[in-house]
C-alpha cells in the first residue's frame, strides 16, 4: 500500500444531493501521481467529449496529491480541474493555502462535483461527515465576507473554504475560485461553480496524514526550509520583485503589449513598494519563503484598503499592462478582483484590449457606457473591475466574456491584439522578448498560462541573443520543462521550489521526496515516463475534442507580425515560420505527429495509454 | 395578372423524386420581383435556420426574374441560389447564357430543389414534362463532356445545360456550376449539388414569354442594343481590358494582395492578349454587347488549349494574384477550372494563399505534397488547380475547403494573409486603392462578391484621394449601389448594361423595364422601397443565424493593417477606425441598429416585414 495518500474520493452530484466515497486503485496512484495527473485520468473518465462547461456533466475536481499535509516544502498546493467555460477545454487550477491539508486529513485525495442545483449550496466535509447544506444567504457574498459568514456559521475557523464571487455567480468567463486570500485564478472555473450553485466548499480533517519515511522527510523539511529562508528576493518582496526584472530584460507587457518596458515599473515594483506599503506576510502550509505579502494604502482616497500582493502577475495585468502606475489603483482593482472572484491576469487582459481598442477608436463612447477608458487611468480600471465582475453595461458584460470571444464581437480587425494563447489571456512573461515562450503558450494545456512550460526560470538568465533571437534548442526546453511540470503539478508542488528541486526535467529530488512520502521510488527514468504518460493523455483530452490543428495553437498575432519596438529586447517577434519549426519539433520530441500533434498510436501504447488509441486515429 | 412572369414554380424533391408544380402568390412578385428577391423569399420559407449547407435540408434554386425570355437587353442571366458551405450563409450566384430563357419558354419562374439521392440523378424540364433520370453514367464526367453527352442523350441542342464538374461531386467547397461556357461561380453551390448527386438539369421550353407592351419592348430592345454595340472596350476586348485600368491604378491585387501593381499586368491583360488570341466572341440572351472572348493557345506546351475569357476576375485570381504572367498557363488553368466546375476567383485565392504560406516558410515541402509551390509558377497553378478539384494529396484537400477554413488548419497566423470577407474569397476589386469597397464587401450577403455593392462603378473614375484615402460619403454610396443592386439581381440584369440603366440608385429604367415587362408601373420610390425590402429580408436571414456582430463582418487582416507598399494608391489601407465609423453610419442609414446591424422593427413593419420581426429582437 502508498503511503501519503487516503487513496479515496468523495463524488458529489449536485442535482441528486448524493455524496458517494470511492476507492482510487493503486494504480492510478502510480500511473498519474496524483494532483494532475490524476485530475486528468479522473476527467477522462467522468468527461466525455464536447460536453458544455455550463452544463451538469461538466466535472469540477478539487484535488490534491501524495505530498498535501506532510511536511515536504512546497506542499500547501491544490487544483482545481474542469472543462474550463474560457477556452473550452480540460483545465487545472493551481491555488495555495492550507485547504488541500485539511482535505487530506479528513481523509480524501480529492472531492469530483457534478450535476447542477436549482438553489445555491454549501458543501460542508468534516472528516467522515459530508454535508450539502442550503446556501441561499450566502448567495452575493463577496468572497471574503462569505469565508467569514461560513467559519462563523460552522462555529471552527480551522474550516478551510473555497467559494465563488458574484463573479462566478454571473458566469462571468474569467473568474477565479478563492481560498483564504489564494486564487485559483485561471480559466473561469468559478463560472462552472455558479452554473452548478456551489457557493463553497469548507474542509476540516483531523487525521494525520501518514508517510513512508516520516524521519527523512523532517530531515528533508529542515534542509529546505533553512535555504529557501534564505531565497534571494522572495522572502523579502515576494512575487513584486520580479517586475523590475522582467522591465530590465525588456519583457514587461505594457499597454497591452504594444511595447515591452514601462515607464512607471519602477514606481509599482516590490523593491518600491513593500518597504512602504507591507502590512503583512503569509505562507501556504509547509512553507517557509512566505511569498504572499499583504499591502494596504496609506493615503488619499483609497487609504485602508489593503489587498493580497498585489502579486507580480497583478501588477503586470492591472498594471503595466493597462499603463496604471498609480500604485493605490492597482491594489484597490486587486482587491475587487479577490472580492469579485476574478482572474487578475485574465482581467487586466480584457481591460487592457478594452483601451487599445478606444485608442484606436474601434470602441465608440456609447459603447462604454458612457466610461472613459484610456491607458493609465486608475478610475477607469477600478470601475471597470467591478462592470467585469457584475456584467454591467454593453462592455461589462461582452469583457466578462474573455477577451477571444469579445474580439468576436468587437471585430475591426481586434482579433490583432486580443492577447491569448487558445482562449486563455497572456500571463505576464514575453513570448517575443522570451521566444521559447511563443512554444511554450502554444503547446500549453491552458495556453496562456506561465505555469505550463515555464522557460523564462532558465531564459531569463540568457543573453538577449539566446532568449529573444535564436529558436535553438527551444523545443527541447520546452519539452524537457513542460515534463518537470507535470511532475510538479501532479505532487501539486511550488514553483517556488523549483530552484531546490530542479528547473528543467524531472530530477533524483523529485524521486525521492515520492519515495520518502509514498514508500514507492520510481527511478527519475520511470518518473520522466510517468510524466510523458499524463501530458500525452492530457493532449489526448484536447485531440478527441478536435484540437489537432497547428491553428489550435495560435499565438497572438502581435506576436507573430509586430517586433518590440523599444528597449532591450527591440525587434523580437516570433516569426510565422519560426513557430512552425519549433512546433514541429516539439511535436517531433514528444512522439505525436507532426502536423497534428496527435499522439502516435506507439507513443501511446509505450505509456499504457492504449485505451485512448480510438480517439487519436486520423484517416 | 402580371406579364412576364409564369407565376409558378418547379419543386423537385430528390429522395423521393417526386415533382410538384406551385403556383407563386402575385404579391410575392410585386413584392420581391423576382430573381434575388423572390429567391430569398422563398429561401426563407423553406430553409429553416441552422440547416447544415450540405444536408437533405438546404435547397437549392434555380430562378430567373421577370425579364428572362424577353428582348430586355441584358435579361440573360439567372441565379443559384442556395445555403453555401462554403460561407454558410444564404448565397446567390449569378450567371449568363440561355438557361433562364429557356426556363421560362418552358413555363416556370423557377426550380426548387431539396432532398438528396443515393444515386446520381439529371433533371429534364421539358415544357411540362419533367423527368428525374439515373445519371450514373455521367458521374465523373467533366463540365464540357457532361453537356455534351445530355444534349445527345436527349437528341437535341436546344436543351440548355447546367451541371457540375468532378469538384461538385468532391464536394469541393469552392466550386461552381456551369452552363455552356458560363460559371455561376461563387459559393460553392455546386458541392450542394454533388451532395444531393443532381448531376445537371436539362431545360427546353417552347412557349413564347409574353410581355405587357412589345412595341415598347422592341424599341427599347433597339435603342440600347445600339448603345451597347458601342461600349467603350466591352465589345473589342471583353472584361479582359479592365486588368490595365485597375493596374493603373495601383489596386491590382498582386501576389496574393501583397502589392496591388502587377509588372506583369500588360502581358495578360485584353489589350495584349485579344489581338492574339481571340477564337470567338459569344453573347448571352438579349445581348449585343457580346462580353465573352474564347481565346486559344497558339503556340508551346499548351498550344490547341482554348478558355472561356479568361476573364477579368480569372485573369486576376489566377494571374497577378498568383504572380503568373504566362498568359498560356493561365489559359489552361481557366479552362481546367470551368471543366472540374471551379470558382476561378476562389482557386485562385486559395492557391496565392498557399504560395504565401511556402513564401513565409509555414508550409513545408511535405505539406506541399512534393510540389514547388512559389509565386509566378505557371506549372504549379496548372497542378494545383487539379488537385483542388480533386482533393488530392494534403494540401489540394485543404484548400479545396477554401481560404478560411484552410487557414484555420495551417495556423501561424496565417489568416492574416487569408483574403476573404465572410469566407468568400475576395474578388478583384481592391478594398484598399477603393476604401469604399472595405465597407462594401464587409456588408455584402456574399462577402468578397465584387456584385455586392459595386462602388468601383462610380470610385475608378475619382481622383486617388477620394477613392483610396477618403471615408466621406462611402456610406452613402454603398447603401445606394447596395439598393440598386438588389433591383438588377432581383430583374436578373446583366451588369454591363448599368452603364445604360444606372450606376448608383434604382433609376427611371428599371422602373420602365418593369412597367413594358410586368404592366405594373413601379414608382422609383415604390422600387428603392422594394429593394430595401430584399435587402432587409437578406439581412434577416444573416442575423437568423446569428451573424449579428460587427466581427461578422471582419475585413481581412491585411487590408485593415497593411498598406499597399508602392504604385499609384501607396499608402492606401482601411484603418480599423475608418471601418467602424463607415459600418455604424451604413447601418444607421439602413434603419440598422448601429451596434448590431440588426434591422429595427419599425424598419421591419414599414417594409412589410412584420413576419420576420421575432428573429431581431434582441435582449
Redesign the interface.
Known amino acids: 500500500m502508498l503511503h501519503g495518500y487516503s487513496s479515496r474520493i468523495l463524488k458529489v452530484n449536485l442535482t441528486t444531493c448524493s455524496v458517494v466515497r470511492e476507492e482510487l486503485p493503486e494504480q492510478y496512484l502510480k500511473d498519474y501521481i496524483g494532483g494532475l495527473g490524476l485530475g486528468a485520468r479522473l476527467y477522462y473518465d467522468l468527461v466525455p467529449p464536447y460536453v458544455e462547461p455550463l452544463s451538469p456533466e461538466n466535472a469540477v475536481l478539487l484535488m490534491t496529491g501524495p505530498i498535501q499535509g506532510t511536511l515536504i516544502p512546497g506542499s500547501g498546493r491544490g487544483l482545481f480541474i474542469s472543462k474550463s467555460p474560457l477556452t473550452n477545454r480540460f483545465f487545472s487550477s493551481n491555488f495555495g493555502g492550507y485547504l488541500t491539508r485539511e482535505l487530506k486529513r479528513a481523509g480524501y485525495d480529492g472531492i469530483v462535483i457534478t450535476g447542477k442545483s436549482d438553489k445555491p449550496l454549501l458543501l460542508v466535509v468534516d472528516d467522515d461527515n459530508v454535508e450539502i447544506r442550503d446556501a441561499s444567504k450566502l448567495w452575493g457574498m463577496n468572497t471574503y465576507e462569505v469565508q467569514n459568514e461560513i467559519k462563523e456559521m460552522l462555529g471552527d475557523k480551522r474550516f478551510q473554504v473555497a467559494c465563488i464571487g458574484p463573479a462566478g455567480e454571473n458566469l462571468v468567463r474569467i473568474t477565479a475560485i478563492i481560498h483564504d486570500i489564494h486564487a485559483a485564478g485561471r480559466g473561469g472555473i468559478a463560472a462552472v461553480l455558479g452554473y452548478k450553485k456551489l457557493k463553497a466548499i469548507a474542509v476540516r480533517g483531523s487525521k494525520e496524514v501518514e508517510v513512508a519515511y516520516p524521519d527523512e522527510v523532517l530531515e528533508f523539511f529542515k534542509e529546505i526550509s533553512k535555504k529557501a529562508r534564505n531565497h534571494p528576493f522572495l522572502v523579502k518582496y515576494g512575487t513584486p520583485a520580479v517586475m523590475e526584472t522582467v522591465n530590465k530584460l525588456g519583457g514587461l507587457g505594457t499597454r497591452n503589449w504594444q511595447t515591452e518596458v514601462f515607464e512607471g515599473a519602477s514606481k509599482i515594483s516590490g523593491q518600491t513598494t513593500i518597504p512602504k506599503y507591507k502590512v503583512k506576510d503569509l505562507a501556504c502550509s509547509s512553507c517557509s519563503i512566505g511569498c504572499v505579502k499583504v499591502q494596504e494604502v496609506r493615503e488619499g482616497k483609497y487609504a485602508g484598503i489593503w489587498a493580497k500582493g498585489p502579486e507580480y502577475e497583478t501588477l503586470y495585468a492591472l498594471g503595466s499592462l493597462t499603463g496604471v502606475d498609480d500604485f493605490p489603483s492597482i491594489v484597490v482593482a486587486a482587491r475587487n478582483c479577490d472580492e469579485l472572484g476574478l482572474d487578475t491576469i485574465s482581467t487586466g487582459v480584457v481591460i487592457a484590449f478594452a483601451m487599445e481598442a478606444c485608442e ?3 470602441l ?1 463612447k456609447e ?1 462604454c457606457d458612457g466610461l472613459e477608458i484610456n491607458f493609465g487611468n486608475g478610475n477607469t480600471l477600478v470601475e471597470l473591475v467591478r462592470r467585469v465582475g457584475y456584467r454591467k453595461g ?1 462592455l461589462g458584460n461582452l469583457l466578462a466574456e474573455g477577451v477571444d470571444r469579445a ?10 491584439f486580443a492577447m491569448h494563447f487558445k482562449g486563455l489571456e497572456l500571463a505576464g512573461h514575453s513570448p517575443r522578448a522570451v521566444k521559447a515562450w511563443t512554444l511554450g503558450y502554444s503547446v500549453g494545456w491552458r495556453g496562456g498560462s506561465h505555469h505550463d512550460a515555464r522557460p523564462h526560470d532558465i531564459e531569463y538568465a540568457n543573453p538577449v541573443e539566446v532568449r529573444a533571437f535564436s529558436i535553438e534548442g527551444k523545443p527541447e526546453l520546452i519539452r524537457d520543462t513542460t515534463l518537470r511540470v507535470m511532475v510538479e503539478e501532479s505532487l501539486i508542488s511550488c514553483r517556488f521550489y523549483g530552484g531546490y528541486y530542479g528547473v528543467r526535467l524531472p530530477t533524483e529530488v523529485h524521486s525521492k521526496i515520492i519515495k520518502m512520502v509514498t514508500g514507492w521510488e520510481p527511478t527519475v527514468n520511470e518518473l520522466t515516463i510517468t510524466a510523458e504518460r499524463i501530458r500525452n493523455l492530457i493532449r489526448v483530452l484536447e485531440v478527441r475534442e478536435g484540437f489537432d ?7 497572438p ?1 502581435r506576436v ?2 509586430e517586433p518590440i519596438p523599444e528597449g532591450p529586447s527591440r525587434g523580437a517577434r516570433t ?3 519560426e ?3 519549433m ?2 519539433s516539439f511535436y517531433e520530441l514528444m512522439g505525436w505527429d507532426v ?1 497534428t500533434g496527435v499522439p502516435k498510436e506507439e507513443k501511446l501504447r509505450e505509456l499504457g495509454l492504449d485505451f485512448a488509441i480510438g480517439y487519436c486515429r486520423r484517416v
Open positions: 484606436r477608436g474601434i465608440t459603447e454593453w474580439a468576436k464581437v468587437i471585430g475591426c480587425g481586434s482579433q490583432f490543428s497547428v491553428a489550435d495553437s495560435n499565438p498575432l507573430l507580425y516569426d510565422p515560420r513557430f512552425k519549426l512546433l514541429r502536423r
